[in-house]
Structure formats: structure tokens, C-alpha cells
């Protein structure tokens, strides 16, 4: 499958994960627990792991949390998946990871943020310290800059150069030069320390999409290290998603971009997957990545005022999140399945007919009987209550997955 980035980026191995090269675009997130908790933090790397995220990043924030990395790798490890653990380190990186070596040890990548890694005068040192543990231990960093707490010592030199100056530059022109700025410095600074191309990844992170565009299209034409993509604070549920996708997708389709995360806010006590999913569709939008079954459902009208199609429509979006760890393990391709779900007469037999698996559900004043097409044949008509219904379309699909992707399906 092409993956659409720019192949001159170098390629940095996390774990056995690599990132940039023109390797595949990799999905990572982010846990929300407090890492101290070493069984709630590794139950929720697992569960962004089995969602799709292929890293996983983590708060290394206390003494506390820096002791628990060693557990929280051991019981992921122990689940049966190898997913590299990023550390996030924001002003006491140097100590944590200096004073905490099994800490270190555990972790794949180490994630600094240059505007608060220290001072004026100990930005530096820290920085250099926290380099010197990833140099030694082979780890890579990702220089991760933030519009939000960018280095206020570079941000006001900048400002009075543009007055100064007469540069005529707004506010915001300024800071994303700064952001820029800030991140190839401190790829310098890294290489003198000593650490390897190879071993760094860049982001320069901006909460409005147009900025984000514009800051990674001249990143781009200024380093072959690979970008991590993502709005640093991307807002909660549609507008999100949105505004992620927006910048995100734009950026993808030029081609720049090695690794995205999208920093959804959750509701509370919401789904910490939503962001893994999210940013797997769109991989899977483009075409440059297949995580899952693709479902396809139409939206309803006023030929559709039963809601048993969206109530199955649902389900098996469900169905098939809830089997996809396991699917994976044993169904080689089964990521490339595509089922319809439709809800009347209009588009709904032509839909399933492209689907491997569609069913096109009666809509208003229609037959009702529910046509199940099997690529592009059909297979059966089912008929029932809502429930029955869904057990019999999640059959099908189970059986199609064994009779096509199981071991002993014929590969033509």
C-alpha cells in the first residue's frame, strides 16, 4: 500500500516501530491516567495499543510516575504486545530520567519540550542531559515544540528584532517563525550532544489548523528529520475532529508527515480510543493505511423512518471494534473487509453490492424483507426483530472472514 510521504525523510527506528523514511505513517496517542497507577496506565496502553495507536505516550512527571514506567512496560509486555511506551517530560526531564535508570530503560522514546526544559541560563544543561541518557541507551527523542509554552527568552528576542526592525510582521507570523526556530536549534543542540540523526523526531504543535499547515510546509523544506503531526489541543467530539482532520489531512496529502496523533478531549469519563480511531480513519480515508473493516451507512431521510438501519448500522461499527484485536492476530488482510449497512431501496442494493458483505434494510413503505449481498451477488434476505437481525448480519461476517482470510481461505 503507498504511503504518500516523502521518502527523503530519515528514517528513525522507535522500538519496532520505524518512523519517516517513506515507512508507513504511524498512529500514536496518549494516556490520560495518572502513571503512578502502574495497572490502570497499562490497562489503557493496552487498549490504545488494540485500538491501532502503534505508540503509545505516557506523563513521567514524578518520582512516582518515573518508578511505575518499569511496571506499567512489564504488564503490557506480559499482555502480548510489543507497542513502544513514549515518556512525556516537561521540566524535570533531567532528573527523572538521571535519577530513575530502570525508568530510562523501559522507555522507547523521550519526549522533550525545549520552551520548558529549563531557564535561561539551565535550558541547556537539561537539555543536554536529558540527550546524554538517549544517546547512552540508544533511545530516540522527539523535539516536541508547543505554541502554548514555546521559549519565552527566543519569543521576546524575536518580537523586538521585528520592531526594531521595522519587519512589519504580525504577532502570530512571529511565533510560528520562533516555533520553527526553537526545533532546529534544538536539533542542533541534540546532534552535538550526541545523538544521531536517526534518533530524532520533530513537531512544532499549533492549535489552529491553518498555522499548523503553514508551520510543517516550511519545516518540511528545512530538515529531513520526520514530523509528528497533530494540533497540540484539538477541542472535544465534531469540532475535534474537524479541525484535526483539516490540517492533518492537508499536510498528508502533500506528503509531509511521518507520525499523527489526534489530541482529542474526551467527555468525562469518555472513550481515550475515540483519537486512535479518529486518526485512523483518516489514514484509512486517504488510502495510505487499512486498520479495520470499513462500514458504510447512509444517513437516513424521510424514506427511512424506522431507525432499526442505524441501530444495526451501530452495532456492528461496535462489532467489528470489539473483534479487531483479536481478527488481527489471526485474519491476515481482514483490515481491507468493507460491509454496507443501508436503510432503503435508493442506494442500498447498489452500496451492498460494492461491499464484500451489504445489507440493504426496508425503508419506509417498502417490502420488509432485508436483501443481503455477498461481493456483489445476492446471498440471502433476512427478515426479523432488530435484534435477530443483527445476529444474523454479524454470522455473515464471521463466516466470510474464516471462508476468506482464515488459514485455509484459498489466496488468488
Known amino acids: 500500500m503507498a504511503t504518500h510521504t516523502r521518502k527523503d525523510t530519515i528514517a528513525v527506528p522507535v522500538g519496532g516501530v520505524v518512523i519517516g523514511g517513506g515507512a508507513p505513517i504511524v498512529v500514536q496517542s496518549m494516556t490520560n491516567t495518572d502513571t503512578a497507577d502502574a495497572a490502570s496506565t497499562a490497562q489503557q496502553v493496552i487498549d490504545l495499543a488494540q485500538a491501532g495507536s502503534e505508540l503509545v505516550r505516557i506523563t513521567v512527571n514524578t518520582p512516582e510516575a518515573a518508578r511505575a514506567v518499569p511496571e506499567i512496560a512489564a504488564r503490557v509486555r506480559g499482555a502480548g504486545l510489543t507497542t513502544p511506551i513514549v515518556g512525556d517530560f516537561h521540566y524535570n526531564g533531567h532528573r527523572l530520567l538521571t535519577e530513575f535508570p530502570e525508568c530510562a530503560k523501559a522507555l522507547a522514546k523521550y519526549r522533550i519540550n525545549p520552551g520548558n526544559v529549563g531557564g535561561a541560563r539551565t535550558r541547556d544543561a537539561h537539555f543536554a542531559a536529558i540527550c546524554a541518557v538517549a544517546r547512552d541507551l540508544g533511545k530516540a527523542v522527539r523535539i516536541g515544540v508547543n505554541i502554548g509554552s ?20 504580525d504577532s502570530e507570523t512571529v511565533m510560528n517563525e520562533c516555533m520553527i526556530l526553537s526545533a532546529l536549534q534544538s536539533t542542533d543542540l541534540a546532534l552535538e550532544c550526541g545523538l544521531r540523526n536517526d534518533q530524532i523526531v ?28 497533530g494540533l497540540t489541543e484539538a477541542g472535544m467530539g465534531t469540532k475535534g475532529v474537524v479541525w484535526s482532520t ?14 499523527i496523533r489526534f489530541s482529542l478531549t474526551p467527555r468525562p469519563g469518555g472513550d481515550r480510543r475515540e483519537e486512535v480511531y479518529a486518526a485512523c480513519d483518516l489514514l484509512q480515508a486517504l488510502g495510505l493505511r487499512a486498520f479495520a473493516p470499513t462500514v458504510t451507512a447512509c444517513p437516513g431521510c424521510g424514506r427511512t423512518t424506522s431507525t432499526v438501519f442505524q441501530s444495526l448500522a451501530e452495532e456492528t461499527e461496535a462489532y467489528v471494534r470489539a473483534k479487531m484485536p483479536e481478527w488481527r492476530t489471526r485474519y491476515d ?7 454496507a449497512v443501508m436503510g432503503c431501496i435508493v442506494n442500498g442494493p447498489g452500496e451492498s453490492k460494492a461491499a464484500n458483505i451489504g445489507i440493504s434494510l426496508p425503508g419506509t413503505g417498502e417490502t420488509p424483507n432485508c436483501p443481503v449481498y455477498i461481493d456483489g451477488e445476492k446471498a440471502a434476505s433476512l427478515a ?15 463466516r466470510y472472514i474464516e471462508d476468506h482470510f482464515g488459514a485455509n481461505a484459498s489466496r488468488s
Open 202 to 229: 520533530i513537531s512544532c504543535k499549533s492549535s489552529t489548523p491553518r498555522h499548523l499547515v503553514d508551520l510543517h510546509r516550511k519545516l518540511a523544506t528545512q530538515t529531513r528529520q520526520p514530523l509528528h503531526v
Open 246 to 259: 483539516a490540517a492533518t489531512a492537508i499536510l498528508l496529502d502533500e506528503g509531509i508527515g511521518d507520525t
Open 150 to 169: 514555546l521559549n519565552a527568552e527566543l519569543v521576546k528576542q524575536k518580537m523586538r528584532e521585528n520592531t526594531e526592525q521595522n519587519l512589519g510582521l
Open 333 to 339: 488482510g481482514v483490515e481491507t473487509l468493507k460491509l
Open 384 to 398: 426479523g426483530t432488530p435484534e435477530e437481525l443483527a445476529t444474523a448480519f454479524k454470522g455473515l461476517i464471521d
